[in-house]
């Protein structure tokens, strides 16, 4: 069965350290997409991508950027992370319903 | 700009009767598509069922159907029979062609199904 697992499922981490987040997918998806989940907002795209080595920035891309390295592999970093970036991240492949994983907890202190 | 919004904030329902949740979404692009989907209280997300803006018959998965009203912008989603195991947050997504690899979310309806 298709596939999207994220790793690490929680993180704690302190302000101005910096942090990744990394997804992958046994779909072979040329689509990947970034998250992120807050109360009263639903989910929102921060980055996707089109296939290896490209990436794109989607509705709320600042303070964050991302890696597509292989076809499989999508990462999610924050450079300098900050409290306002302590939110549920998920990640999912694909191009009709999508494929989600089971979501990163990162809190930020 | 694409916008979807979902007015409800939480339905509760009694088990094996049916709720309709509503969706009402904004684009300019003249083809599209529409999703809903369940997130359990575990945070699992998972892809529920899909309708073509292009399509006029309303998609049915299962005991899910939709209720697609093209000229108000609108996509409901119909459980009937519903189950206690349907206790879930929904969301209801929206794709344009303009702007593909975009999904648009609502900002969810929690649906509580008591016994």
């Known amino acids: 069965e298709a596939a999207v697992t994220q790793s690490p499922r929680n993180k704690v981490a302190v302000t101005g350290g910096k942090v990744t987040l990394s997804c992958n997918q046994t779909?072979?998806?040329?689509?990947m997409y970034w998250y992120r989940q807050d109360t009263g907002h639903g989910l929102r795209l921060i980055h996707y991508?089109?296939?290896?080595?490209?990436?794109e920035k989607g509705d709320i891309p600042d303070g964050y950027k991302a890696s597509r390295p292989s076809q499989e592999n999508f990462s999610l970093i924050l450079e300098l992370a900050t409290p306002s970036q302590t939110s549920v991240y998920f990640c999912?492949?694909?191009?009709?319903?999508?494929?989600f994983g089971a979501g990163t907890r990162l809190s930020v202190l | 700009a694409q916008k979807v919004t979902q007015t409800q904030t939480s339905i509760s329902v009694v088990e094996k009767t049916t709720v309709t949740m509503d969706c009402v979404y904004e684009?300019?692009?003249?083809?599209?598509?529409l999703f809903w989907y369940k997130q359990t209280a575990s945070g699992e997300i998972v892809f529920l069922i899909r309708?073509?803006?292009?399509?006029?018959e309303n998609a049915t998965v299962g005991h899910y159907s939709l209720n697609f009203q093209k000229p108000k912008s609108s996509i409901g989603l119909i459980i009937t029979a519903t189950q206690i195991e349907d206790s879930a947050v929904y969301f209801c997504?929206?794709?344009?062609?303009?702007?593909?690899?975009?999904?648009?979310f609502g900002s969810g309806t929690k649906l509580t199904v008591e016994p």
């Open positions: 999912a492949s694909g191009d009709r319903g999508g494929t």
């Open positions: 779909n072979n998806h040329n689509n």
């Open positions: 991508s089109y296939g290896a080595g490209s990436t």
């Open positions: 684009t300019r692009d003249s083809s599209y598509f």
């Open positions: 309708q073509d803006s292009y399509k006029k």
């Open positions: 997504a929206m794709r344009g062609m303009s702007n593909y690899n975009v999904l648009y």
